[in-house]
């Protein structure tokens, strides 16, 4: 068996005694794992959950309605409580508005308090009322590299039995890169909020049994490739493979070689949510091992790991036999060449010297301004205007931090320096990469080159990248210039980044400095200089790449397991201005009603009726493409004034200069339902050359805000879905992109392809997702705005059961079937009563009345 298998089986044996699992399903998946695939439900009970600000405070907000609910009905709201331990790491909130020089750390900080004192007051009375949850406060570092440095324990002990059980560790993350841990043995991956909220009341996490892909990695990666360049070729190669919803396990003979560092394995891991599969699994070894004690973690501990994984045959080593996949894909390390991701999706992976076809292919505007050279490059079509060390992708191999700190350093050695108009920044995942930089004396290299520490968090990686200088912007929009930005991430949707970066460019730390130097994306980095010494002799990158021998060197000499344990202790303690935040509330939350931050959300307590779901006269409130994501769905960037969420906050008495980020304000519904649908530049097919976040309302044509179309078929009680292409869904663990969906009133979701997470969410939230027959498209139906769509829904019906659909178009009716995407019998109940916080009240608060 696979080693996640083996992982998913003991989980399932462990609690053979519920209904839902039994005696024969472990065996069946045992004796007959392949034949399995895509049949059996699997609920799979976790040992933690983890959550980051940005969707853990709406599920929390969740969890406090829902004890509004009990404590109104009777009942007593201390039912509504984690009954697993939640750790949330505030790590989403942190803003780059200061950037480039010393002291930006603290002045961003001090913004990030003054920005979110409400969301951040109420976590203040989370941590102190509600039980089995841990919060780290803001500055610590990114939830996914403090996870793989301090929390994870692969095996666990659970001390409420007597004696202590032990078992391997499961988690899930309301984060899409939660499988980043993965890289260390521990089976878990990203979830929705609403999923994490169910898990956290004791509910399993269901879904039908996956494939496991082998993906069998060979040779060694040559010299001066980075992890980043191995993972942006491996997303490429995985999704063109189409592993989407598959278990992915790595294996092969570079394991047995050490062709990968543990920090290596942990971006290509990372990065699992780009090319589609549910986890990117690593068996523990002696490489998991090693990098334990360099991160200082307790010897007997590792020693326990150890024993307890060989005993259990969850250890891999050169003498284990390769597990039977469901299929194998072959990746030779070696084949690897330098380059990046773009500019729009992170699995376009395209090498060093293509970077400038690419652009232009992608941006064919620019074209007709000439190319720059080094010695003349300025700010034109292709400028780099971020270049931006951030995320836990990169941030969290400290050979990648060091190779970005000695290129500095030899680049100022030949009198380099990046471009003026470039906004650098890093934003590290964790305190130890600083500290490893300050002692080691590389920081002072980056920070002559303008990249300064500007804080602990997500950052740009998460659209937090912060205003350009206002001259800079300025000649942007007057020249109307495809400008590019470069970072050390894992998501570089159009709009995400920076509203004005139309180009973005995933790359290694290093390459982030290198594109600073050079200033633009249109340089060929691979055979063009990047500058100029004094005397005019051009410097290639190569003149300047660290060597792989010194980066080892400083590595082994500055990034010690002591470091670690400093600046892991006390890591739930925070700042002094954490500590003088107070809280509202007790075992109840005080709401305030003047809040613009956080509101009690409606739909805890809405229900549908308990039968006739069909949907008659439906009309599509939008017609989508290919590639819609949960950033296009629920947007993360700023509130602007003349957007229905923009109005609402100053009929709020919101100042036009606080109206903050979607990001930030996701704790009020009522900002985010006006925000749904209009991120990253959606296209509307109903509406294609109408203005942005708009639509038609039926019948006449009317032109309007998402949001106002809305609400006007809610009050005619005409019932609305949306129409779209292929994946629809990519892109981050959104929980409103799903919330926001059904606080429109959208019934359903009709589309070619969902992806994971997203389908989950929707199907939480009460919003039925339904899947074209292959072959049926928006376009093949001719679906138009004048088009009325009627849908049996029967009282009962199976998973992934087909159903009949209507489509009227003028005269012409046209009949299809529509696959049910509701993948288990779970799912089919939760959407059957509305969503998951329907069941989870009805489920743990028996006395509650509606």
């Known amino acids: 068996m696979p080693y996640v298998m083996r992982i998913l089986l003991e989980n399932l044996l462990r609690h053979a005694d519920r209904e839902d699992v039994g005696d024969a399903l472990p065996r069946q998946i045992m004796a007959h794992y392949g034949e399995r695939v895509g049949k059996d439900n699997i609920p799979l009970m976790l040992t933690r959950i983890m959550a980051q600000d940005v ?135 990203g979830v929705g909020g609403i999923e994490a909220e169910a898990a956290m009341l004791g509910e399993p996490l269901s879904f039908v049994l996956p494939p496991t892909v082998g993906v069998r990695l060979i040779n060694k990666p040559a010299a001066g490739v980075t992890a980043a360049d191995i993972v942006l070729a491996l997303t490429r190669t995985l999704r063109q493979a189409r592993v989407v919803e598959s278990f992915v396990e790595f294996t092969g003979p570079a394991l047995d070689s050490n062709a990968l560092t543990l920090e290596d394995r942990a971006t290509l891991s990372n990065m699992a949510p780009e090319y589609g599969s549910t986890c990117a699994f690593f068996p523990v070894d002696a490489v998991t091992l090693d990098y334990l004690r360099r991160s200082g973690r307790d010897e007997n501990t590792i020693a326990f790991i150890e024993q307890y994984c060989k005993l259990q045959g969850l250890w891999r080593d050169a003498q284990s036999a390769e597990p039977d996949y469901c299929r194998v894909i072959e990746f030779d390390l070696a084949c690897v060449q330098p380059g990046g991701a773009g500019p729009r999706r992170p699995h376009d992976h395209v090498a060093l010297a293509d970077i400038p076809a690419s652009f232009l292919s992608a941006c064919p505007q620019a074209a007709s301004h000439p190319a720059p050279a080094a010695a003349t490059a300025s700010l034109d079509d292709g400028a780099v205007i971020l270049a931006a060390i951030t995320s836990c992708t990169n941030t969290s191999n400290p050979a990648a931090m060091i190779a970005a700190g000695l290129l500095a350093r030899n680049a100022l050695a030949r009198g380099l320096r990046a471009r003026p108009w470039v906004k650098t920044s890093f934003t590290p995942g964790s305190k130890v990469v600083s500290d490893y930089l300050r002692a080691s004396e590389l920081q002072r290299d980056l920070d002559a080159l303008g990249f300064h520490l500007a804080g602990f968090g997500c950052a740009s990686c998460g659209g937090g990248s912060g205003p350009l200088r206002p001259d800079v912007q300025a000649v942007i929009e007057e020249k109307q210039l495809t400008v590019s930005a470069v970072l050390s991430g894992n998501r570089n949707f159009e709009g995400r980044i920076h509203p004005l970066a139309r180009a973005n460019y995933l790359v290694s730390p290093a390459l982030v400095v290198a594109y600073a130097i050079a200033g633009s994306v249109r340089i060929d980095l691979s055979c063009e200089p990047l500058g100029h010494t004094e005397d005019g002799t051009p410097v290639l990158l190569a003149d300047i790449w660290p060597d792989n021998t010194q980066i080892k060197n400083i590595t082994q000499r500055y990034v010690s397991p002591e470091r670690f344990r400093t600046q892991y202790a006390g890591l739930n303690k925070g700042d002094a201005r954490w500590q003088a935040l107070a809280s509202r509330g007790s075992t109840l939350y005080e709401w305030d009603a003047s809040s613009t931050y956080i509101r009690r959300p409606p739909y805890v307590e809405d229900r549908p009726p308990a ?60 900002v985010m339902m006006r925000g749904t649908f209009t991120g990253g530049r959606l296209a509307n097919e109903l509406l294609p050359d109408g203005p942005g976040g708009c639509t038609l309302i039926q019948p006449g044509n009317h032109v309007a805000s998402i949001y106002e179309a809305a609400m006007h078929y809610l009050a005619c009680k005409t019932p609305v879905v949306v129409v779209a292409g292929l994946e629809y869904g990519t892109g981050s663990s959104r929980d409103w992109a799903a919330k ?43 679906i138009t705005g004048d088009s009325v769509i009627d849908i049996d829904i029967p009282d009962q019906m199976a998973p992934q059961s087909r159903i009949e659909c209507r489509i009227r178009t003028g005269n012409q009716v046209t009949r299809i079937h529509l696959l049910v995407r509701l993948n288990t019998a779970h799912e089919e109940a939760v959407w059957r009563k509305g969503g998951i916080l329907p069941v989870m009240l009805d489920q743990h608060t028996r006395q509650v009345s509606y």
């Not at 017609?623 to 509130?639: E, H, K, Q, R, Y």
């Not at 109005?647 to 009522?670: C, D, K, M, W």
Request: proline share 6%.
């Open 611 to 670: 039968s006739g779901r069909s949907l008659r006269n439906a009309v599509p409130l939008l017609l989508l493409g290919d590639s819609v994501t949960t950033d296009n769905i629920s947007p993360a960037d700023g509130i602007l004034a003349d957007t229905p969420a923009g109005q609402y906050l100053l009929s709020r008495s919101v100042s036009p200069t606080a109206l903050h980020t979607f990001i930030a304000r996701r704790g009020n519904h009522e």
């Open 55 to 189: 969707s853990g405070i709406p599920a929390l907000i969740d969890l406090a309605a829902m004890r509004d609910v009990v404590a109104q009905a009777g009942g007593d709201p201390a039912t509504i409580n984690p009954r697993i331990p939640v750790d949330l790491i505030v790590d989403h909130s942190l803003q780059v508005d200061h950037a480039g020089s010393a002291g930006a750390t603290d002045l961003n900080v001090a913004l990030e308090y003054s920005r979110n004192r409400e969301r951040y007051t109420f976590l203040k009375w989370a941590q102190e009322n509600v039980t089995n949850l841990s919060i780290v406060p803001p500055g610590a570092g990114i939830l996914h590299q403090i996870n793989l440095e301090h929390m994870a324990r692969i095996v666990f002990a659970d001390d409420s039995e007597d004696p202590p059980l032990v078992h391997p560790e499961t988690m899930a993350g309301t984060d899409s890169h939660t499988c980043m841990i993965n890289a260390i043995g521990v089976l878990g991956w």
């Open 740 to 782: 926001g969906t059904r606080l429109l009133g959208i019934r359903a979701v009709l589309a070619e392809s969902f992806e994971r997470i997203h389908r989950s969410n929707l199907v939480n939230m009460g919003v039925l997702p339904l899947q074209f027959e292959p072959g049926v498209t928006r376009k093949t139906l001719n």
